[in-house]
Nanobody
Framework: VQLQASGGGLAQAGGSLRLSCAAS????????MGWYRQAPGNRRELVAS???????NYARSVKGRFTISRDNAKNTVYLQMNSLKPEDTAVYYC????????WGQGTLVTVSS
């Protein structure tokens, strides 16, 4: 199982970041894929998901600001994050939805005010 997230970093409030996640082909082809995040002291939460056909769902806190997409040929899922807020600061992970028991290394997003 491979779930490798990348693209995190430091952004100012109002800025943008784009996350990428390379997933194992077997997982990617049969799964709804999702982006999750975990802020310090908080539980991990699902922020966006996308079906193999491209249907999407978003958490209320990110709807209208984040866009999830996928490239099935590359087994890659993306998360475009715009209008970032300090409360978006977290480690971001990708996984199937519902999540598998194995988690890859996440990528840290820090948004300064």
């Amino acid at each position: 199982v491979q779930l490798q997230a990348s693209g995190g970093g430091l952004a100012q409030a109002g800025g943008s970041l784009r996350l990428s996640c390379a997933a194992s082909g077997t997982i990617f082809s049969i799964r709804v894929m999702g982006w999750y995040r975990q802020a310090p002291g908080n539980r991990r939460e699902l922020v966006a998901s996308i079906t193999s056909r491209g249907n999407t769902n978003y958490a209320r806190s990110v709807k209208g600001r984040f866009t999830i997409s996928r490239d099935n040929a590359k087994n890659t899922v993306y998360l475009q994050m715009n209008s970032l807020k300090p409360e978006d600061t977290a480690v971001y992970y990708c996984n199937a939805d519902p999540a598998l028991s194995v988690w890859g290394q996440g990528t840290l997003v820090t948004v300064s005010s």
